[in-house]
């Protein structure tokens, strides 16, 4: 008989690459890693991996058996939806993760009504890049978690995993006041500059990013390549408050979604919509999106979520 823990190992070296970061990820060590993966393959009764150099690799028999993994993997979540809500009464941990625009914005308000219904719940929130929450959901870290995906950045689709819409948010270029031309009417829809052109009009000024390997950077980058231009980056700061106030001193420009523009905007910054979006999901592992704390969890946000944004049209 197969042992699930160990074919969880194999799902996780299939999705990583290497025996390292599994062991990093599952705080094991390497050697265990191998030995348990080892098992699996006397267990199977036929290679799983092989060497390649210093790495290993699936072979087609370990890659069947991945897809058999997914399966049972959801099928065990489900189980444990099942059984949780035959339990009634919700209780315990809920682990979520979420980005800072979410969590400041969205987060506590669904916080504070899933307590009022479900006072057992333990909800305990950490800020996740998206980029990083499929490989917390698979390890187990996390149970549910806010992502997002922009136009220029979509989401890949991520075996072991599902999601479901939630919002979707507009897009500004924020720009110095002092240095920006007024648009002739607003944003490109309603006959303003088009988003090509409102972007390659800072195409020699200093720009302002996310740092490297985040969503929010590459969305960035993509759009200013797609005006034609490469932008030249300044400053690195993911805190979209900082950047707002940064751009107000001349530092630079930069692309930010609606719900990072927070309160009154500072006179010295002006707001020019695009016609990008950002589209947030909640993610969870396939199978546990009727579990009912993720259930739950999901339902207070919706809840939460701003009416300019629950209007918004998912998926476009």
């Known amino acids: 008989m197969l042992d699930v823990r160990r074919l969880r ?7 990583r690459g290497t025996i390292a970061a599994v062991a990093e990820a599952l705080s094991f060590s390497p050697s265990a890693v191998s030995q348990q993966l080892g098992t699996l393959e006397r267990e199977a009764g036929l290679p799983l991996l092989e060497r ?5 690799r699936l072979t087609p028999a370990g890659q069947n058996l991945v897809g058999h993994a997914e399966a049972v993997l959801e099928r065990l979540e489900r189980a444990d939806a099942d059984l949780a809500e035959a339990r009634g009464g919700l209780a315990g941990a809920l ?4 980005f800072p625009t979410a969590t400041r914005a969205i987060v506590p308000a669904a916080l504070t009504a899933l307590a009022r219904r479900h006072p057992g719940l333990e909800p305990m929130v950490s800020e996740t890049d998206p980029a990083a ?3 917390a959901l698979r390890a187990g870290d996390l149970d549910v978690a806010l992502v997002h995906e922009y136009d220029f950045v979509p989401a890949e689709p991520e075996p072991g995993l599902a999601t479901e819409p939630l919002y979707v948010e507009a897009m500004y270029l924020a720009a ?8 002739p009417r607003g944003p490109a829809e309603s006959g303003g500059p088009d988003q090509g052109t409102a972007l390659r009009t800072h195409a020699r000024a200093p720009w302002i990013t996310a ?5 929010c950077h590459a969305m960035t980058v993509r759009a200013c390549q797609a005006a034609g231009f490469t932008p030249r980056v300044r400053h690195q700061v993911d805190e979209f408050a900082t950047v707002l106030a940064l751009v107000a001193a001349g530092q630079g420009v930069a692309v930010v979604p609606q719900l990072g523009v927070t309160g009154p905007t500072d006179p010295a910054v002006r707001l020019t919509r695009l016609l990008m979006e950002r589209r947030t999901n909640l993610a969870f592992r396939s199978g546990a999106g009727a579990h009912p704390a ?9 809840a939460a979520v701003p009416p300019d944004l629950a209007g918004s049209r998912a998926g476009t």
């Open 9 to 15: 190992l194999l799902r996780e070296l299939a999705r």
């Open 52 to 56: 390649t150099g210093r790495g290993v």
């Open 95 to 98: 682990r979520i993760g979420a």
């Open 133 to 135: 929450v499929a490989h």
């Open 176 to 183: 110095p006041a002092a240095e920006t031309p007024a648009p």
């Open 211 to 215: 740092t490297p390997g985040t969503l």
């Open 294 to 302: 993720v259930a739950a969890f999901g339902a207070a946000l919706r």
